[in-house]
């Protein structure tokens, strides 16, 4: 039972390792694999390596994402630096406007979350397992008034995913103590709360 656990804290160590290297682009990831873990766990934390890699340049590495990203980042910065003025926020929403070829852009950043959401859904990711990579850019989204208002609200049925892991993301970023984007004033409204 001792070893099971020692096992289980030995495979979370080896994630945070990996999370914690691929925070910082171009570094190389050191596996921690000892002999004691068998092929098959060496095989599945290289896998997750990798697509964690992957999921990472998906952001990175292009350009349109990258400059959504940025977008969002400086309505939360302007939020919370307190200086969100009316203007902004309508400079803001018609930058998103639907005749916009950001608002296409903005679309694909929410539909690759969706994906994701749809991974966590299925199992085949685990919020613990992207939360330091990913959880930022999912409620700088998420949580923006503007992008709720344009998209998230108009068109939940698209984005059922997104909806269905929020309330779970939440929970594990509050358990960590880690304070989430906009949360305050610009949650989404819980089921529960209806």
């Given at each position: 039972?001792?070893?099971?656990?020692?096992?289980?804290?030995?495979?979370?160590?080896?994630?945070?390792?990996?999370?914690?290297?691929?925070?910082?682009?171009?570094?190389?990831?050191?596996?921690?694999?000892?002999?004691?873990?068998?092929?098959?766990?060496?095989?599945?934390?290289?896998?997750?390596?990798?697509?964690?890699?992957?999921?990472?340049?998906?952001?990175?590495?292009?350009?349109?994402?990258s400059a959504i990203e940025w977008e969002l980042e400086k309505f939360f910065y302007k939020y919370r630096s307190d200086e969100l003025?009316?203007?902004?926020?309508?400079?803001?929403?018609?930058?998103?406007?639907?005749?916009?070829?950001?608002?296409?852009?903005?679309?694909?950043?929410?539909?690759?979350?969706?994906?994701?959401?749809?991974?966590?859904?299925?199992?085949?990711?685990?919020?613990?397992?992207?939360?330091?990579?990913?959880?930022?850019?999912?409620?700088?989204?998420?949580?923006?008034?503007?992008?709720?208002?344009?998209?998230?609200?108009?068109?939940?049925?698209?984005?059922?995913?997104?909806?269905?892991?929020?309330?779970?993301?939440?929970?594990?970023?509050k358990k960590q103590k880690i304070e989430i984007p906009m949360y305050k004033d610009y949650k989404l409204i819980d089921e529960e709360?209806?």
């Amino acid at each position: 039972r001792l070893t099971a656990m020692l096992g289980c804290l030995q495979v979370q160590l080896i994630r945070l390792s990996i999370t914690l290297n691929f925070m910082l682009p171009g570094h190389t990831v050191w596996f921690m694999l000892t002999e004691e873990m068998t092929a098959v766990e060496k095989n599945q934390l290289r896998n997750e390596a990798q697509f964690i890699t992957d999921l990472n340049e998906q952001f990175i590495g292009n350009e349109k994402m990258s400059a959504i990203e940025w977008e969002l980042e400086k309505f939360f910065y302007k939020y919370r630096s307190d200086e969100l003025t009316e203007e902004y926020i309508e400079e803001f929403r018609k930058h998103f406007d639907i005749e916009s070829e950001n608002r296409q852009n903005l679309v694909n950043y929410l539909v690759h979350l969706e994906g994701i959401a749809a991974l966590v859904k299925n199992k085949i990711l685990h919020i613990e397992m992207i939360d330091d990579l990913m959880s930022y850019r999912y409620f700088i989204a998420m949580n923006n008034p503007i992008v709720q208002k344009l998209e998230l609200n108009e068109y939940s049925d698209f984005y059922k995913g997104c909806f269905g892991i929020y309330n779970a993301w939440v929970k594990e970023l509050k358990k960590q103590k880690i304070e989430i984007p906009m949360y305050k004033d610009y949650k989404l409204i819980d089921e529960e709360e209806k």
